[in-house]
């Protein structure tokens, strides 16, 4: 169906090309014993041992995990609040700012809101004496203040299609408001709350620029290791751990779809 | 425990716990968004100096009463020395754009394909699509640097069968920029593209068809400007964070590369001027106001023409 | 001279199902032809086969004495009517019917006055600025048709069009379409499920089942001369008697049993046949007194619709026949049957289809 011809699907699968070959030689190198991407020199799981015994790179990890889950937790806690506020609460008085304060983070170049928040915590370290110097938490909040603007998207959307019908009808049985939000709608809506704080889990735990500025001394996150070995080239270390994070992140892609898919037609099973 | 909370918030009259919902994450952000680039912007009107933090306060009660530190010689300084800042600002705007379009080049017919395709193959496209998306930007770029690098795999394939006699200089080049941009950014572009595709009603086509549309009338007259919101919406999904690209100036990019992210970078920690590295980002947000605008005003278009018609309704 | 439209042994297979299954049918020039029948029979695919959107499996169609192997969409004298009308969001009204002839090269004043006086026939005149969001369904409807009608087809296939609009909207517009069809002289194909709208509209009719084309007739041969007990009972409502063949003589047969029911018939059907009689509602007359007829029935009244000008009555015969039954409200003294009453039916013999299916 559709005007398929030579010519889109050669640009589709060009495209696809340039998007997966980078990091599919990149995966096949991390096996090779040599050090080069270029020259295979025998099959080899060493790169992925000397992972195991690299302390700097486990204690990244996980000081990575650790804001991540922080962060996410925290973004998609105050993501639902914009989501609900947008939503639900009609015209309300601080809209128009709140509305413009939410989505600036998304189109915001993170260098920017890297050196300003950095800048922040500074002059509030010498305002109030909190935080001082910058480390885990400081990375934490400036993780969640972006994570919260993503997490909002994604709820919202999923809010917008809520049938109204199931919150009304807990109504006339009884509840009232806040306890409707909790012991329904947010059980109906937790697939959207679930892709919204893996997806603020994951621009944390993969974030660079925002991190470099408000990391301090002890806080190296995962990212900041990397890009400070990788600036000095390739190396096989870093292979066999893209290639392991890759692989993690591709099978928890692929299994999440597929789980999806089983519930969407299981559902049209029942119906 | 969520049975528990809904007691105990349930008398809460419902006034405070709107307020609430929408005080919180005001404020937060107001906070930690905002004031930070108030604060940016203060920072960028002060000098340097050694210590902590390395700039001047901009105003303050001394012993002689009140001072401040207000200068503007931070932007006399990026107007003076102009190409080493407004370059990389052109530069950078310059390269951002060109990857926009590439990445439209690429990112139209491979959400065209899938919009097209049947169920199961457009899970399995939208899946292949998603998985760079969910997988680090920095990975993906370093990944790039293996593969064009003078003793990289394309190099070393191309000696090995024989297509070229000496390596090629891939890497910090234009065209490394372009794919690292490509390879970041090619999702972004897709997704947009496709939830406006996968609307588009097949009957349209053949209706086209029937009144004597060839393929190329019909891909003008009806899908271009049918498609034109995804394109305009993935564009500056592009567009606008590109500008201000750090990772892949640094990583892929030579010195003929320098964009005002690696710009504010070295200024920041390398040359320790805080100032400046401020005036920079304010530089930054200034070229970017008109597109973010834009955008936000795309934005509450596409969501005014989502809302349903009440005839649409009563006729469908 | 060779029809108009000659469809010959078309078959069309999708994966594994078989969506028209060997069909043939030859259409004249200036007919208003519809095709009728349940969803899944394949009439939709028929049509999108004539309109060139697929290719037949097997078979030949032929237009105007042209093959249409291999010819696409925009090459043939045919112009198509969405069900869901597809016309183009983005474009107004004028534009939407304008589509077609700028395709064709048309430009400028003339297709401005073509547009026109197509605006005109639709009764849309002043509507030609507006978009298509901003039109009730029956304006949508009529700038779909109109669209269709700019390029001057020989053939116009029209899917469903009076399916999405409400029902007064829907008799309006059956007759309307009639009236441009007389008008233009344009040879149209509707594709309808709705057997009201096929007899109302069509000079034949062709009754679609399972892919294949059961009869082609114009609508009162179809509803007093079905060849099929599909056919009978699919238009309208019918009563049938599952019977066997006592005795006959040369222009009728009698089928034995408590029922004695006499039919008129030419076929030679031998005695001990087996064959189904199909009686339509309004040709069986009930009352309270045997007054001698021929096809004398008692029965008593199981159940009964009062509709006003008429009353539809199911009645049961003592060994278990039910006739269905439409008795005009004459007069409006008469004392009708209510339930569990006896009565009589009577039916004249030319009045009762004999199948043998």
């Keep these: 169906m559709g005007r398929m011809n030579g010519l889109v699907l050669s640009l589709g699968a060009l495209g696809f090309g340039i998007l997966y070959l980078p990091i599919i030689i990149m995966i096949i190198f991390s096996f090779n014993a040599g050090k080069l991407v270029s020259v295979w020199s025998g099959a080899s799981l060493k790169w992925y041992a000397g992972l195991l015994e690299n302390d700097q790179l486990l204690s990244a990890f996980g000081t990575s995990l650790l804001i991540a889950v922080w962060a996410a937790t925290i973004a998609t806690i105050f993501g639902i609040c914009i989501a609900v506020a947008f939503v639900r609460f009609g015209n309300f008085r601080s809209r128009l700012a709140l509305s413009a304060i939410a989505s600036a983070p998304l189109v915001m170049p993170e260098i920017v809101t890297g050196l300003s928040m950095l800048l922040l915590f500074i002059s509030m370290e010498s305002l109030f004496g909190w935080p001082s110097g910058r480390g885990v938490d400081t990375i934490i909040i400036a993780h969640a203040t972006f994570g919260m603007c993503f997490a909002a998207v994604v709820i919202q959307a999923r809010l917008r299609d809520f049938d109204m019908a199931i919150e009304e009808a807990a109504a006339d049985l009884g509840a009232t408001q806040p306890f409707i939000f909790l012991s329904i709608t947010l059980p109906v809506i937790a697939p959207a709350v679930v892709a919204a704080w893996l997806l603020a889990f994951t621009l944390s735990f993969d974030d660079l620029v925002i991190a470099s500025f408000v990391s301090g001394p002890g806080s190296s996150t995962l990212p900041i290791v990397i890009f400070s070995k990788v600036r000095l080239g390739v190396t096989p270390e870093i292979n066999a751990l893209a290639t392991v994070m890759i692989v993690v992140v591709a099978v928890a892609v692929i299994g999440a779809s597929w789980a999806i898919r089983r519930r969407l037609s299981g559902r049209d099973q029942n119906q | 425990m969520v049975r528990g909370m809904g007691k105990y918030l349930v008398n809460l009259p419902a006034v405070t716990g709107r307020r609430l919902v929408i005080a919180l994450p005001l404020i937060w952000l107001a906070v930690f968004f905002f004031l930070p680039l108030v604060e940016t912007l203060q920072v960028s009107f002060t000098s340097p100096r050694r210590g902590i933090p390395p700039y001047e306060p901009l105003w303050g009660i001394g012993d002689d009463g009140f001072f401040t530190n207000f200068t503007t010689g931070n932007y006399a300084l990026l107007l003076q020395y102009w190409s080493d800042y407004f370059g990389p600002a052109f530069n950078s705007i310059k390269l951002a754009f060109f990857s926009m379009l590439v990445c439209l080049l690429f990112a139209y017919p491979m959400a065209w394909w899938i919009a097209r395709s049947n169920e199961k193959w457009r899970t399995i496209l939208l899946v292949l699509v998603m998985l760079p998306f969910w997988t680090s930007s920095l990975l993906r770029i370093y990944a790039l640097i293996g593969f064009l690098n003078p003793n990289g795999f394309i190099n070393a394939a191309g000696l090995w069968l024989g297509l070229i006699d000496a390596p090629i200089q891939m890497m910090q080049t234009d065209f490394s920029i372009y794919m690292g941009m490509v390879l970041t950014y090619l999702p972004l572009m897709i997704l947009p593209l496709y939830a406006v595709m996968v609307r588009l009603d097949a009957d349209l086509l053949d209706a086209a068809a029937d009144l004597g549309g060839s393929g190329i009338q019909i891909f003008r007259t009806i899908i271009l400007p049918l498609t034109l919101p995804g394109i305009i919406a993935g564009s500056l999904l592009v567009f606008i964070p590109a500008v201000g690209e750090f990772v892949i100036p640094a990583l892929l990019g030579g010195p003929d590369q320098l964009m005002m992210g690696k710009v504010l970078w070295t200024e920041f920690f390398r040359n320790r001027d805080w100032p400046v590295a401020s005036a920079i980002a304010m530089l930054l947000l200034a070229i970017l106001t008109v597109p973010i605008i834009y955008a936000r005003y795309q934005d509450g278009r596409d969501a005014v023409a989502e809302t349903p018609n009440p005839k649409q309704a009563e006729a469908g | ?357």
């Design chain 3, 1 to 357: 001279m060779a029809p108009f439209i000659r469809l010959k042994s078309i078959s069309k297979h999708f994966a594994d199902v078989v969506a028209v299954d060997d069909l043939s049918l030859d259409i004249e020039k200036g007919e208003l032809f519809c095709l009728l029948g349940a969803s899944g029979c394949g009439k939709s695919t028929l049509l999108r086969l004539l309109a060139g959107f697929e290719s037949p499996t097997k078979g030949v169609i032929e237009i105007d004495g042209q093959d249409m192997a291999g010819v696409a969409p925009a090459d043939r004298p045919v112009n198509f009517m969405f069900q869901n009308y597809a016309l183009f969001p983005h474009m107004s009204v004028a534009d939407n019917i304008g589509y077609g002839l700028r395709r064709a090269g048309m430009r400028g004043t003339e297709l401005a006055e073509r547009v026109d006086s197509l605006l005109k026939l639709v009764r849309l005149h002043k509507l030609g600025g507006r978009k298509p969001h901003q039109l009730s369904g029956g304006q949508r409807q009529r700038v779909a048709l109109a669209r269709a009608l700019a390029r001057r087809p020989k053939l116009l296939l029209l899917d469903e069009p009076l399916a999405a609009l409400d029902k007064k909207l829907r008799e309006d517009t059956q007759f309307e379409l009639v009236d441009i069809q007389e008008k233009l002289g344009t040879t149209f194909i509707v594709v309808t499920h709705d057997q009201e709208e096929a007899m109302t509209l069509a000079g034949r009719i062709g009754i679609m089942d399972a892919g294949q084309l059961v009869q082609v007739d114009a609508p009162r041969r179809l509803y007093e001369r079905p060849k099929s007990s599909f056919v009978a009972d699919f238009l309208g409502t019918i009563s049938f008697v599952d019977a066997v063949v006592a005795s006959r003589d040369q222009t009728s047969i009698t089928i034995g049993g408590d029922l004695n029911i006499c039919a008129a018939c030419d076929d030679d059907l031998p005695v001990g046949a087996a064959v189904k009689l199909a009686i339509r509602p309004e040709k069986i007359y009930l009352s309270r007194t045997k007054s001698g007829n021929v096809n004398e029935i008692e029965v008593v009244v199981e159940d009964l619709a009062y509709l006003g000008f008429a009353t539809n009555y199911r009645v049961k015969t003592a060994s278990g026949q039910m006739f269905k039954l439409q008795q005009q409200q004459r007069r409006s003294l008469d004392a009708p049957l209510s339930w569990g009453e006896t009565g009589y039916v009577h039916f004249d013999p030319q009045d009762v289809i004999v199948l043998q299916d």
